[in-house]
């Protein structure tokens, strides 16, 4: 092991590495950037330097090299380490080579010197593979859990909401990402953050004060221009929370250090409540920083500290504390750099020993300083043993376990996590109300679109309508003149032709009357002659008439013909004109569905103005119905956390008997009957019961619900008694305990206004009585919510332990996608969980994340909701793995939804909605 060692016993010089202190009393110091190792992704060569480990007590002055077994993580340069007893673990950190990053964690045992991986690097992990960022551990009900924040790295393969993501110009991104892994159940969630958190920042320092405190210094931020890098942070931190305040230089005040990064700090507690912050050494924008300072985190002053310049001068290097006594702590620097070429500090300045000491007033001086040839001597190991005699009487005395020093900051804590629950559920409902102010403006504007194009329509008929008529009535016009003009040629004809008859027939008596006798003397030949001639001429002339006649009567035929033809036309004419005019009744029918339109838009408009608005009186009927009205307490969904009251109203009808006991809908909500009632008479408008009187904040730790609006209207009793509305008269109020604070009895009493009793109007009283033993002893149907008796600090989320029928799913994915939509859920984080759910596939992932795609975030949220909705619709048990996604997501917003889903869900097993 010569290799590991300028001499014997004695730590190689190294840089962007981190010293971890064991139980207070020994250091470990694993990998870093040093000579030999080499800048690959991973090699034989690699593996066997990365897997000895070296170990420091302060007692001996010693370093020792201890051989490990395993796997050692990849990331051996600028990761994130933290302590946990005997165990030490590593997150995320460089190879060395180009710009490879890692989010892998991994376990060190130091007793059995064995790694084990908890996780290994995923680049689809929203988990941002990363560097140079900064861990901290602490323990919650007896869990221990990890907090990884910021850090430099890799393109994230999720941008998480509520954190920030910059892009510098050599391809490195930065976050303020807050990272929590759960080391009992191996899962990572992102906790809430309160306050002015950091901005994106890299090589800062982060170090525990208590379990749930730490505090933050420096960091590059700004594409190295160190803005705002001299704050000091104080975070405080719960299971789901980190609260942030931010402690800026005061403009009175000199006495505090500059910006900078790559720089080295280490936590001072001793036996006093005042715990101390000891940075020294980094970089800012122009040179080597060599100064060393001390942050009282109570008061909130710096001091600066006179050491040596070689304790000082230096970057990349680790800083850890020993403490000694009460007034005596020991500062020990190893490693770094001692110019910007990233030269590694050298023997005998690699590692380097100095006394602080402190008198009763507080003030701090500089002691001794040792260097590694120092450690080795006589000297030391007597003054050493001296000192040891020295703590340990202080450990006996002084370091005692302390309780209850953190109530207050967790009370403070919890009312800044309700409040900004409060500011987030305001800002998801004004979403809402932005969202349906757009969907009406939309519906007006597509109303106005509709009327003005149906009057144009109109008139286009109109026109067509006209021209067509004025056409057909010039053609029957002209037909009607042709067919005359036909008829008195004909008759012409006719009379022309009877005249030649009449004179034919006359001639032809008038040639058989001759004496024949006379024909024959010789006197009349000529004259006979003549008579002959003229005959022959008649007859042609018969002949041609007749001809003449055949062709009349031909033409008049063809004029037959034309006029039927032209009957026809008029008869095809009047077809069209009843086309036109059937055109035109739809036309009307058109206008008529638009209006229906216009009136349905209309109502919709003002159902979401205002949402207490009931449909009108059915009854003109001065007196009010007389009614009913029954209460029930339903089974806790889940367990001891909500209890569903339900009051429901029926017209006191002999029929009303009837309807209930046939109609599965009202029959899960009737339960004790309480009194007959009559609506308290209004003469402007509709009467309504209204209960009132509800809690503005938790009472005794309990919190009231509305879970629909807590209004029955005398009309929707009546409809549904009558069997025009399918849905019950109903009203539900959820009552459900706190986590911490609710007593086990609680009893609140709600008004029912807007009903009188016997003769007299008055106010009701509707009794809440609520017992959580009560809860824990009632046993759950089996279709409800599993019950699961819940700790007084964690709460236990409901559970569906039945199928999940397709057509119940789908309803329920319908009217929460709006919910699903604006719950804050990252579209990338979405789209991976969906993946490996087999929900959709790769082609459908890279669709939905790529965003050169042309289409927005919204566009392409869209259309992974689509997907879901026919997935669910499909198959129900899709519905289960959406419900895993948003327990997975494990923010406030999407725990609600959860819920919501679940409560859905099992209503709709009762109130089936009518078809």
Same mark, same amino acid.
């Given at each position: ?531 002959? %001639? #003229?005959? !022959? +001429? /008649?007859?042609?002339? &018969?002949?041609? =008439?007749?001809? *003449?006649?055949? $062709?009349?009567? @031909? ?33 009307? %029918? #058109?206008? !008529? +569905? /638009?209006?229906?339109? &216009?009136?349905? =838009?209309?109502? *919709?408009?003002? $159902?979401?103005? @205002? ?38 109203? /029926? ?265």
């Amino acid at each position: 092991m010569a290799w590991l060692f300028g001499s014997k016993n004695q730590l190689k010089g190294r840089a962007f590495h981190r010293t971890v202190s064991v139980r207070g009393d020994s250091l470990y110091v694993w990998a870093g950037d040093q000579d030999g190792l080499p800048g690959v992704h991973d090699s034989e060569e690699k593996r066997r330097i990365t897997s000895n480990i070296q170990h420091f007590t302060p007692s001996s002055g010693q370093w020792i090299t201890r051989a490990t077994t395993g796997i050692p993580p990849l990331g051996v340069r600028l990761y994130s380490c933290t302590a946990i007893n005997d165990q030490l673990y590593y997150f995320g950190g460089r190879c060395g080579h180009d710009f490879c990053f890692h989010n892998s964690i991994t376990q060190l045992d130091t007793v059995s010197l064995q790694w084990r991986e908890l996780e290994p690097t995923d680049a689809t992990r929203p988990v941002m593979r990363r560097s140079d960022g900064g861990m901290i551990s602490f323990e919650h009900d007896g869990v221990h859990h990890l907090l990884m924040i910021g850090g430099a790295g890799s393109k994230p393969a999720v941008q998480l909401p509520h954190h920030e993501y910059i892009k510098f110009p050599d391809g490195t991104w930065f976050t303020n990402e807050h990272s929590m892994y759960n080391l009992s159940s191996r899962k990572w969630n992102n906790p809430s953050i309160i306050g002015q958190c950091i901005p994106p920042a890299a090589s800062f320092i982060i170090e525990k004060i208590n379990n749930t405190r730490a505090v933050l210094f420096g960091g590059v931020r700004d594409d190295a221009k160190n803005t705002d890098a001299n704050n000091i942070y104080i975070l405080e931190i719960s299971i789901s929370t980190v609260f942030w305040q931010c402690i800026k230089k005061p403009e009175a005040i000199d006495q505090w250090p500059v910006g900078r990064w790559v720089h080295a700090g280490a936590i001072i507690i001793t036996g006093s409540d005042c715990p101390m912050l000891v940075i020294s050494g980094g970089l800012d924008k122009n040179d080597i920083l060599d100064d060393c300072w001390i942050f009282n985190i109570t008061q909130h002053s710096w001091i600066k500290l006179d050491v040596p310049h070689s304790v000082s001068k230096r970057w990349a290097h680790s800083l850890s504390v020993f403490i000694v006594s009460p007034h005596c702590v020991w500062m020990i620097t190893a490693g770094g750099c001692v110019d910007k070429r990233q030269v590694l500090v050298t023997n005998p300045n690699i590692v380097m020993i100095t006394e602080l000491v402190t008198n009763s007033k507080g003030e701090w001086t500089v002691g001794d300083t040792l260097d590694t040839n120092g450690m080795n001597n006589e000297e030391y190991k007597k003054y050493q043993q001296q000192l040891q005699t020295v703590r340990r009487i202080w450990l006996e005395e002084y370091q005692k376990p302390r309780k209850g020093d953190t109530a207050d900051i967790e009370q403070t804590v919890q009312a800044l996590i309700n409040l900004e629950e409060k500011e987030r559920e305001a800002q998801v409902a004004h979403r809402k109300l932005e969202q349906k102010e757009r969907e009406e403006a939309e519906k007006e504007q597509e109303i106005r679109r509709y009327c003005h194009q149906l009057p144009e329509k109109d008139r286009e008929h109109q026109v067509i309508l006209q021209e067509k008529d004025r056409e057909l009535q010039e053609t029957l016009q002209q037909k009607d003149i042709v067919i005359l003009e036909k008829d008195r040629e004909l008759h012409v004809r006719q009379s022309q032709e009877a005249v030649r008859r009449y004179q034919q027939q006359a001639l032809t008596d008038n040639h058989w009357v001759i004496n024949k006798d006379e024909v024959t003397s010789n006197s009349s030949r000529h004259e006979w002659k003549n008579i002959t %001639e #003229e005959i !022959e +001429k /008649l007859k042609a002339n &018969i002949t041609m =008439l007749t001809e *003449e006649k055949s $062709q009349l009567e @031909e033409k008049n035929e063809n004029s037959t013909e034309e006029n039927e033809k032209l009957k026809a036309k008029v008869v095809d004419s009047e077809t069209y004109i009843a086309t036109l005019t059937e055109e035109k009744t739809l036309t009307n %029918e #058109e206008n !008529e +569905k /638009l209006n229906i339109v &216009i009136a349905k =838009l209309t109502k *919709e408009k003002l $159902q979401l103005k @205002e949402e207490l608005q009931s449909m009108k009186d059915i009854s003109t009927d001065t007196k009010s119905i007389q009614c009913d009205y029954w209460t029930k307490a339903e089974l806790p969904f889940d367990g001891m956390v909500t209890l569903v009251m339900i009051l429901a109203v /029926l017209q006191d009808l002999p029929s009303s008997k009837e309807l209930f006991q046939g109609d599965s809908a009202i029959q899960p909500l009737l339960g004790k009957l309480q009194t007959t009632f009559r609506f308290t008479f209004s003469k402007d408008k509709e009467r309504h019961l209204k209960v009132t009187n509800f809690p503005p904040k938790n009472i005794k730790g309990w919190r009231f619900t509305q879970c629909n609006p807590p209004v029955i209207s005398e009309s929707h009793v009546a409809e549904y008694s009558a069997g025009k509305s399918a849905e019950p008269p109903y009203i539900q109020v959820s009552v459900q305990p706190d986590e911490t604070g609710a007593t086990n009895k609680m009893s609140h009493a709600l008004s029912i206004d807007g009903i009188k009793i016997s003769s007299d109007a008055s106010t009701v009283q509707w009794n809440i009585e609520v017992s959580k033993n009560e809860l824990l002893s009632t046993t759950p149907l089996p279709i409800v919510p599993s019950v699961v008796t819940a700790t007084s600090t964690e709460r236990v989320r409901p559970e569906i332990i039945a199928p999940v029928a397709p057509e119940v799913a789908y309803r329920v994915m319908s009217e929460c996608i709006s919910a699903f939509k604006h719950c804050g859920i990252d579209l990338h984080f979405l789209a991976v969980k969906l993946l490996e759910k087999k929900i959709i596939n790769k082609r459908q992932k890279k669709k939905a994340t790529d965003e050169h795609s042309g289409c927005t975030t919204d566009q392409r949220m869209d259309q992974l909701l689509d997907i879901i909705k026919d997935s669910v619709q499909q198959e129900g048990k899709v519905f289960e793995y959406i419900l895993e996604i948003l327990k997975d997501e494990d923010t406030i917003l999407a725990n609600k939804l959860y819920d919501d889903m679940i409560i859905t869900d099992f209503l709709s097993l009762f109130f089936k909605p009518s078809k």
